[in-house]
C-alpha cells in the first residue's frame, strides 16, 4: 500500500504542486492570475490569493536551500541603486553581482546615503565571507566614502560606462515591477526581490552563447534541485 503524498503542513494541496506554483510566479513575467489559469489548464483549481500565501510563506524557505555560488577573491563586485516608488514616496533598491551578473545580495533601503553604501558593503563582507578583486560602481560618492571605512585595501573604480552590467541586472526586476503593478510596502518588496533573485540565479546561465543540449542540461539539473529543495520542508 503506498503512502500518501506528503503535504505542507496545513495546506491540502501536495508539496509538488506548492513548489510548482512558487516556480511559475518567480521563474516567469506572470502575474499571480495568471498562475492561476495555468494551474487550472493542469487540473489544480487553487486562487491566486492562495498562491501569494504560498508564495509569502515557502518562498524564502525552498530558495534558502538552493545552492549559491561560491565566492572568491577574484571576484569583481558591480554595485548600483535602483529607485522604487512605493505608495508615492521613494525608496532605492541597492543591488550588487558579480563579473557574471549573478546576483549577491540586494537591500531596500529610504535613503541613498554613505550610510546606506556601507549598509550593503557590511552585508556582502559577511554574507559572501571574503573581500573581492575589485568594486565598481557609477559616481555616487557615497559608494567611495563606504569602501574607504569597510573594505579600504579594495581596488575601487567608479565610472558610469564601467557600470553596465549592475545597471542591466535590473531589468528583470523592472519587467516583475510592471506586471505587479508596483508593491505595497518596503517589506513586500524585499521578500519579493530576495526570492525572485534566488531563483534567478538558480535557473538562468550566466552566459547564453552555450550548446542547447548543455543549456538543457542545466535546466533539468535545476528543477531537479528545485524539487529537492522543496521536499526537505515536508
Not at 506548492?18 to 516567469?28: E, G, N
Not at 565566492?71 to 535602483?82: F, G, I, K, M, R
Not at 538558480?202 to 529543495?229: C, D, E, G
Request: proline share 3%; net charge positive; aromatic share 8%.
Amino acid at each position: 500500500m503506498n503512502s500518501a503524498t506528503p503535504t505542507y503542513k496545513n495546506h491540502r494541496f501536495p508539496i509538488e504542486i506548492v513548489a510548482r506554483a512558487i516556480w511559475l510566479y518567480f521563474r516567469f513575467n506572470v502575474s499571480l492570475r495568471e498562475v492561476e489559469e495555468m494551474m487550472l489548464e493542469r487540473g489544480v483549481a487553487v486562487s491566486y490569493e492562495t498562491i501569494r500565501r504560498w508564495c509569502r510563506s515557502h518562498g524564502s524557505m525552498i530558495t534558502a536551500r538552493l545552492h549559491r555560488k561560491s565566492p572568491s577573491s577574484n571576484d569583481v563586485w558591480h554595485l548600483d541603486e535602483a529607485v522604487v516608488r512605493i505608495g508615492g514616496r521613494k525608496c532605492w533598491l541597492w543591488r550588487a553581482v558579480d563579473q557574471d551578473g549573478y546576483v549577491l545580495d540586494e537591500i531596500v533601503q529610504a535613503r541613498r546615503n554613505t550610510q546606506a553604501a556601507k549598509r550593503l558593503l557590511v552585508r556582502l563582507l559577511k554574507r559572501q565571507g571574503l573581500a573581492p578583486k575589485r568594486i565598481i560602481t557609477d559616481k555616487l560618492r557615497s559608494y567611495a566614502a563606504a569602501r574607504r571605512q569597510v573594505m579600504p585595501a579594495v581596488e575601487h573604480r567608479s565610472h558610469k560606462g564601467l557600470n553596465n552590467r549592475a545597471e542591466n541586472s535590473h531589468l528583470p526586476f523592472r519587467k516583475r515591477e510592471r506586471i505587479r503593478q508596483g508593491f505595497r510596502s518596503i517589506g513586500s518588496l524585499q521578500q519579493f526581490v530576495s526570492i525572485f533573485s534566488a531563483v534567478r540565479n538558480h535557473f538562468v546561465l550566466a552566459k547564453s552563447n552555450r550548446p542547447a543540449a548543455q543549456i538543457r542540461s542545466f535546466r533539468q539539473a535545476a528543477t531537479t534541485q528545485w524539487r529537492m529543495a522543496a521536499l526537505q520542508l515536508a
